[in-house]
């Protein structure tokens, strides 16, 4: 059975920072793309970061670019996305994503968890 699972998400005040975790198992996590996309309230899912299996390209939108950071250890079969100097405008659940490297039409979503930045 294939499980994607986020963890990390919470209330922090602006400025702060959090990691979100996310474990995969049930496929061979190496052999996939790793992304973290966004869904605010009211607003369409959008890509935050990317990574591909062996880290060699990143990308990131331009809204959070210097400050989060997309990392992986297949070892572990985990990816992070490491979120600093955070805005209340990055409030929103936060879902991770596994694209097949060589048939990118099979993927995987996790359930999501909750950022909010607020005071």
């Known amino acids: 059975q294939v499980r994607l699972v986020e963890s990390g998400g919470g209330l922090v005040q602006p400025g702060g920072s959090l990691r979100l975790s996310c474990v995969g198992s049930?496929?061979?996590?190496?052999?996939?793309?790793m992304t973290w996309h966004r869904q605010a309230t009211g607003r369409e899912r959008e890509l935050v970061a990317s990574?591909?299996?062996?880290?060699?390209?990143?990308n990131y939108t331009d809204s959070v670019k210097g400050r989060f950071t997309i990392s992986r250890d297949n070892a572990k079969n985990t990816v992070y996305l490491q979120m600093s100097s955070l805005e209340p405008e990055d409030s929103a659940v936060y879902y991770c994503?596994?694209?097949?490297?060589?048939?990118?039409?099979?993927?995987?979503w996790g359930q999501g968890t909750q950022v909010t930045v607020s005071s």
């Open positions: 049930g496929f061979t996590f190496s052999n996939y793309a």
């Open positions: 990574i591909t299996p062996t880290s060699g390209t990143i």
């Open positions: 994503k596994a694209v097949n490297f060589l048939q990118p039409r099979r993927t995987y």
